[in-house]
């Protein structure tokens, strides 16, 4: 099945650096890529997607790039805030097969003022 | 904006009594998922749900484990006789499915098992 790892496990950087969280699947049927913040008490709330007839996308400071050949995909977020601070959670599923979402470990964003 | 919501917050069970956690998904969802967090761990899938019956289960789900939609809002997750290693966050999701579409996450239920 799927495996989804996911690196650094955690990353402090200064208010206005760019943070980069890099994943890896093993699954090439898996075809969407979603990328979910946790706050402290609160559910997964998804911030950005991207399917895989897609290279990039952005939204804002965010942006995600997947590279379908060596199974990798990023999430960009540039001008960090304080208020980025969380848990970022990479996953990925096979819409139109599972659809379940296979989730990688995280990683703990500190954005320091 | 429409939101998944879960009740209780946080339950704290007896080990080997019934727990029932409790979920509104978004109101023209279609397909409806459990997925649960042991503290520290990954975010892990247990099943869907759709057209009232389970679509996928994952070697978690095993018999002590059931979901059921009552009624129109409702989405159940049933542990019958819990154990310790169930303490976990239990989240809930929805989507309208068909493929390509997100899902939404509650905020979860923290299940307590003492």
């Known amino acids: 099945g799927e495996n989804v790892e996911q690196h650094p496990s955690t990353l402090s950087v200064q208010e206005g650096d760019s943070a980069v969280i890099k994943c890896t699947y093993s699954?090439?049927?898996?075809?969407?890529f979603p990328w979910y913040k946790q706050e402290l008490g609160k559910g997964p709330q998804l911030i950005i997607d991207i399917r895989s007839n897609v290279g990039e996308k952005k939204d804002q400071r965010i942006a995600v790039t997947l590279n379908k050949t060596a199974k990798h995909f990023s999430l960009h977020i540039t001008e960090t805030q304080p208020e980025d601070s969380a848990v970022y959670f990479c996953a990925a599923s096979n819409q139109g097969g599972s659809e379940k979402l296979v989730f990688g470990k995280g990683m703990k964003l500190t954005v320091n003022p | 904006e429409p939101e998944v919501t879960q009740t209780p917050s946080h339950q704290v069970t007896q080990m080997g009594q019934e727990v029932i956690l409790r979920c509104v998904p978004i109101?023209?969802?279609?397909?409806f998922y459990w997925y649960r967090q042991i503290l520290g761990q990954k975010v892990e899938f247990l099943v869907s749900f759709y057209n009232n019956e389970i679509s996928e289960k994952s070697e978690i789900f095993d018999d002590q484990f059931s979901v059921e939609r009552p009624d129109g809002s409702n989405f159940t997750l049933k542990i019958r006789s819990t154990k310790l290693e169930d303490s976990a966050m239990y989240f809930c999701?929805?989507?309208?499915?068909?493929?390509?579409?997100?899902?939404?996450f509650g905020d979860g239920t923290r299940l307590s098992i003492l």
């Open positions: 699954d090439s049927a898996s075809n969407y």
């Open positions: 109101s023209n969802h279609l397909y």
């Open positions: 999701a929805s989507n309208s499915g068909g493929g390509n579409q997100p899902q939404h």
